[in-house]
């Protein structure tokens, strides 16, 4: 019997089973409790889960050689065992099936998840202290950050599952996925709040169903997003559009309206996610009090997709840019891909997704890139991006010798533009 009442547990819940488990990580501390709470009732079935601990080595100490006793590490074990034992006994009321691994926690838990062909890793969101940051123990970043598939990072205090749910929507497949898993996991009559982040200084642009203004179209986006949700009677969805920096305006969002979950799409740890830094992400786990859902880009794209690994970058030398990017227009004109930013005004965002390509072109007199999207056509829709204070440019491809991507490092920052037809 689970310590909660039926209407704690998600109206739809994901689709887990043995053979793709929701795999639950604890070390027994009062900070997992929500995990190993929560795990359970996405879990729906004890043979659908596996509650996993691992422990880490004892740390070396430099110049000093120290010899653990194996009657020392037998008692370790047990310990760590014994703790997350009581934990689950005490949160489900029901007898738990501890597996007990040995290392680096999120590099184990992250293997696990990819050998399993697991649905979802749930884990305690953490402290929020400098001190952790500095020693290396932000166990749920790093589980977001090495994962394929999604993480759910629960709070100490969630012991049912979210009734208001804040999903951050960039247009991106993360994003909308992020947004079908919120569903799965939200409770019945849930509140769900589609957010869309407009960045400070916007540019140029035009849409497939332009207004001409950045407000009115991404509005009629948001819309889109929502008549792709199945969203269950009861449930009531709003679409809503903030604008400045990602990270605060839906931290303070989700603050505002007592949210239960923070769901968001990430690069994950594809050649993007390599790229980008992923900062809004970041953020969101360091400083929310509430869960937060993170869906990785692999677990987004199509196996296909995922099994074609790029190559490392193959930089332009300066003095043929301009040559190099009408080449790389004239082989790619017309394919459609996402443009992502990161920098440190608006953080790693992505600001267009799904557009065709226009052209790429480097302004030697303004030393900038200038990448334009939309109809080839002399009067069609378009948009243009332009990229100042340029110091590399290079280009991705797959192992067919395909373009992949191509990168435009400015400052402190990072441009990408990447094919979505990949």
């Not at 547990?9 to 689709?15: K, M, N, Q, S, T």
């Not at 065992?81 to 689950?88: E, M, P, S």
């Not at 691994?101 to 969101?125: K, N, S």
């Not at 951050?168 to 769900?192: M, Q, Y």
Request: hydrophobic letters at 45%; proline letters at 4%; glycine letters at 8%.
């Amino acid at each position: 019997m689970l310590k909660f009442s039926i209407p704690a547990a998600p109206e739809l819940g994901v689709r887990a089973s043995h053979a793709s488990p929701v795999i639950i990580a604890s070390d027994g501390r009062n900070q997992s409790d929500g995990a190993v709470a929560l795990g359970r009732l996405v879990a729906d079935a004890k043979d659908a889960l596996r509650l996993v601990t691992v422990l880490k080595p004892i740390p070396a100490v430099p110049d000093v050689q120290l010899t653990v006793s194996p009657d020392v590490e037998a008692a370790r074990r047990a310990t760590a065992r014994r703790d997350v034992i009581d934990q689950a006994q005490r949160m489900w009321a029901d007898d738990a099936d501890v597996e007990l691994m040995e290392g680096d926690p999120a590099t184990v838990v992250t293997r696990l998840a990819h050998t399993t062909g697991a649905t979802m890793i749930v884990c305690g969101l953490g402290r929020h202290r400098v001190a952790d940051r500095i020693f290396g123990d932000e166990t749920a970043l790093r589980f977001i950050r090495a994962a394929d598939v999604p993480v759910l990072a629960v709070a100490e205090r969630l012991d049912h599952a979210p009734r208001r749910i804040v999903v951050a929507v960039d247009f991106t497949e993360t994003s909308l996925r992020a947004s079908r898993l919120a569903l799965l996991l939200a409770a019945p009559g849930a509140s769900l709040y589609l957010v869309h982040v407009a960045p400070r200084n916007g540019f140029n642009h035009e849409w497939d169903y332009s207004t001409g203004s950045y407000k009115e179209d991404a509005g009629i986006a948001l819309r889109r997003v929502h008549d792709q949700l199945r969203v269950p009677r009861g449930m009531s969805v709003q679409e809503i559009l903030l604008q400045g920096d990602p990270a605060t305006e839906l931290l303070g969002f989700a603050s505002s309206v007592n949210a239960d979950l923070i769901a968001t799409g990430s690069h994950g740890r594809g050649f993007v996610g390599r790229m980008l830094l992923g900062s809004v992400t970041t953020r969101i786990v360091r400083c929310s009090t509430c869960s937060v859902l993170s869906v990785p880009h692999a677990a987004a794209m199509t196996h296909a997709r995922v099994s074609s690994e790029a190559r490392p970058a193959e930089m332009i030398a300066e003095g043929i840019w301009a040559p190099e990017l009408a080449e790389f227009t004239r082989r790619n004109l017309g394919r459609r891909g996402t443009l992502e930013i990161d920098d440190l005004d608006i953080d790693a965002q992505a600001q267009v997704f799904d557009f065709p390509l226009a052209g790429v072109d480097w302004d030697s007199h303004d030393r900038k890139v200038e990448i334009m999207l939309g109809d080839t056509k002399r009067n069609g829709r378009h948009l243009t991006h332009s990229v100042a204070g340029v110091t590399s440019i290079g280009l991705m491809r797959d192992e067919h010798g395909r373009d992949v991507a191509l990168r435009i490092a400015h400052g402190m920052g990072l441009t990408v533009f990447t094919f979505t037809d990949v």
